[in-house]
């Protein structure tokens, strides 16, 4: 962030070099999902940077009523990066929403509550930094079909990676290479047909901003993933709505289909978001201590006992689709048993290996990209700070391949689990709450909760599917 400009000063030097014709300004909704609205170069002004510009928030789901629909977005100039999609030059700024009512940030915006948390910390005498390191999994098909009525409901998701397509009669002849279920972790190429496509992703990546590390095909038939550099709490956020627009539009370029749904396709595994977290003060990483399991500090142990101990109300936020219960499920690399261990990645948290003062942090791995990247670091981080707070103990270390525990065996050694649905994680939230209020207000949170029923729980528990018309058709 701020490697394009520093000030409105420079804003402007910069889009006169770059001829810029127009500025897209973007802000973030509920579920993670960018909106803009774009104005000519030449309407937009220094006191406009400023002081911001006026919406309809009416508009946007679970926001504002009509009778209080003025709200303005309030551009935050360094996040300015140039659009490498659009026909004419134009610049994206990232903005925050202010309430013209309340006068003061937003208290429905994402990122204005990301902004909050960051606060918090500070003023709790905690620390002063907290790095944030997300992974996000994807998919590529090249077609998508859906179709959802009274009476038929399917879909259909293809991809050429797909062992389906064996048999297929294809153009230019079926070469027969492809990954297989659970058999797509580094493969080279012509097995790893993504090679091109991700290297286009890491290259347009970079000229938005982002520091890329790596690019692979991931374990799932048509699965990838795309590793950038870790940021602080709202600067990793941005960069996961960066990260996931370049993604989706140059697959859409290229005559295929982005995914960063948990869990698209049944039997093989899904897509997380592995979140990666340390909290820092006066320059001094407070999760270490040489020596410790994992060199692992006592507070980063409190830190994930409160991430652990408010699972339920986390997972409303990390783990935010009725999809995303599918992922967790055993059998495909998706931890839902809360706790922790080094190097092993059957736990819900694992400590990296290897990991001297600079780099050591844990790695929670049930978080999934539905989550929005602005509240899933947010809650994290106040339910790790609530943690410290009480002195909350985590279960473990567990060492041992906990894919393999049967439910009688969890049962028994008393180790807490993820919730099972969206409805288990929402009444968890609607429970347990007290410990984002020093952020939140209870009005977001009565939003959200309201919102999730309504275009989540509801509509999918009314639906019948496929395989309940087939499993109950004829009894």
């Not at 994807?138 to 064996?166: H, P, Q």
């Not at 027969?176 to 890491?202: C, N, Q, W």
């Given at each position: 962030?701020?490697?394009?400009?520093?000030?409105?000063?420079?804003?402007?030097?910069?889009?006169?070099?770059?001829?810029?014709?127009?500025?897209?300004?973007?802000?973030?909704?509920?579920?993670?999902?960018?909106?803009?609205?774009?104005?000519?170069?030449?309407?937009?002004?220094?006191?406009?940077?400023?002081?911001?510009?006026?919406?309809?928030?009416?508009?946007?789901?679970?926001?504002?009523?009509?009778?209080?629909?003025?709200?303005?977005?309030?551009?935050?100039?360094?996040?300015?990066?140039?659009?490498?999609?659009?026909?004419?030059?134009?610049?994206?700024?990232?903005?925050?929403?202010?309430?013209?009512?309340?006068?003061?940030?937003?208290?429905?915006?994402?990122?204005?509550?990301?902004?909050?948390?960051?606060?918090?910390?500070?003023?709790?005498?905690?620390?002063?930094?907290?790095?944030?390191?997300?992974?996000?999994?994807?998919?590529?098909?090249?077609?998508?079909?859906?179709?959802?009525?009274?009476?038929?409901?399917?879909?259909?998701?293809?991809?050429?990676?797909?062992?389906?397509?064996?048999?297929?009669?294809?153009?230019?002849?079926?070469?027969?290479?492809?990954?297989?279920?659970?058999?797509?972790?580094?493969?080279?190429?012509?097995?790893?047909?993504?090679?091109?496509?991700?290297?286009?992703?890491?290259?347009?990546?970079?000229?938005?901003?982002?520091?890329?590390?790596?690019?692979?095909?991931?374990?799932?038939?048509?699965?990838?993933?795309?590793?950038?550099?870790?940021?602080?709490?709202?600067?990793?956020?941005?960069?996961?709505?960066?990260?996931?627009?370049?993604?989706?539009?140059?697959?859409?370029?290229?005559?295929?289909?982005?995914?960063?749904?948990?869990?698209?396709?049944?039997?093989?595994?899904?897509?997380?978001?592995?979140?990666?977290?340390?909290?820092?003060?006066?320059?001094?990483?407070?999760?270490?201590?040489?020596?410790?399991?994992?060199?692992?500090?006592?507070?980063?142990?409190?830190?994930?006992?409160?991430?652990?101990?408010?699972?339920?109300?986390?997972?409303?936020?990390?783990?935010?689709?009725?999809?995303?219960?599918?992922?967790?499920i055993p059998g495909f690399e998706a931890p839902s048993i809360l706790t922790y261990s080094s190097q092993n990645r059957s736990a819900s948290c694992r400590i990296p290996y290897g990991a001297g003062q600079m780099a050591t942090?844990?790695?929670?791995?049930?978080?999934?990209?539905?989550?929005?990247?602005?509240?899933?670091?947010?809650?994290?981080?106040?339910?790790?700070?609530?943690?410290?707070?009480?002195?909350?103990?985590?279960?473990?270390?567990?060492?041992?391949?906990?894919?393999?525990?049967?439910?009688?065996?969890?049962?028994?050694?008393?180790?807490?689990?993820?919730?099972?649905?969206?409805?288990?994680?929402?009444?968890?939230?609607?429970?347990?709450?007290?410990?984002?209020?020093?952020?939140?207000?209870?009005?977001?949170?009565?939003?959200?909760?309201?919102?999730?029923?309504?275009?989540?729980?509801?509509?999918?528990?009314?639906?019948?599917?496929?395989?309940?018309?087939?499993?109950?058709?004829?009894?």
């Amino acid at each position: 962030m701020g490697k394009f400009v520093k000030n409105i000063d420079e804003f402007f030097e910069f889009c006169k070099e770059n001829e810029v014709q127009f500025v897209d300004f973007r802000f973030t909704d509920l579920k993670g999902m960018w909106h803009h609205v774009s104005y000519r170069m030449s309407a937009v002004s220094a006191d406009m940077l400023a002081n911001g510009l006026p919406f309809d928030g009416s508009s946007i789901e679970a926001w504002q009523p009509i009778n209080k629909s003025d709200m303005v977005l309030k551009p935050d100039v360094p996040t300015a990066f140039l659009d490498p999609f659009t026909a004419d030059s134009t610049i994206i700024i990232i903005c925050d929403v202010y309430d013209i009512y309340k006068n003061g940030l937003y208290e429905k915006c994402p990122r204005s509550i990301a902004k909050k948390a960051l606060q918090h910390l500070e003023s709790a005498g905690i620390g002063d930094a907290a790095y944030f390191g997300p992974e996000n999994e994807f998919f590529i098909f090249e077609d998508v079909k859906i179709k959802l009525a009274a009476n038929e409901s399917s879909y259909r998701l293809d991809t050429v990676d797909g062992e389906w397509n064996d048999d297929k009669d294809m153009e230019f002849g079926n070469m027969g290479h492809r990954a297989r279920t659970k058999g797509g972790y580094f493969p080279v190429m012509p097995i790893d047909s993504g090679v091109d496509l991700r290297a286009e992703m890491m290259q347009v990546l970079e000229d938005v901003g982002l520091e890329v590390v790596l690019g692979h095909h991931e374990v799932a038939q048509g699965q990838h993933e795309i590793g950038v550099k870790f940021g602080t709490l709202v600067e990793a956020a941005d960069n996961v709505q960066k990260l996931k627009y370049v993604i989706k539009m140059v697959a859409h370029l290229n005559g295929k289909s982005a995914t960063f749904m948990p869990k698209p396709l049944y039997g093989d595994n899904g897509n997380g978001m592995h979140v990666h977290q340390s909290i820092w003060k006066d320059g001094a990483n407070l999760f270490y201590k040489e020596g410790e399991y994992g060199n692992l500090s006592e507070m980063a142990l409190h830190y994930l006992g409160g991430i652990f101990k408010h699972a339920a109300a986390v997972a409303a936020f990390t783990n935010p689709s009725t999809n995303s219960y599918k992922r967790l499920i055993p059998g495909f690399e998706a931890p839902s048993i809360l706790t922790y261990s080094s190097q092993n990645r059957s736990a819900s948290c694992r400590i990296p290996y290897g990991a001297g003062q600079m780099a050591t942090r844990i790695e929670t791995r049930f978080p999934d990209s539905t989550s929005c990247p602005y509240l899933c670091f947010a809650v994290l981080m106040l339910a790790g700070l609530d943690g410290i707070k009480n002195k909350y103990i985590p279960v473990g270390p567990m060492d041992e391949d906990l894919f393999e525990l049967s439910l009688d065996e969890i049962r028994e050694k008393r180790i807490p689990q993820m919730p099972h649905t969206l409805r288990e994680a929402i009444e968890g939230l609607i429970a347990d709450h007290d410990f984002l209020m020093p952020v939140m207000t209870k009005e977001f949170i009565d939003t959200y909760q309201h919102y999730q029923f309504e275009r989540q729980i509801w509509p999918d528990e009314a639906r019948p599917t496929p395989f309940e018309i087939r499993s109950t058709y004829s009894c």
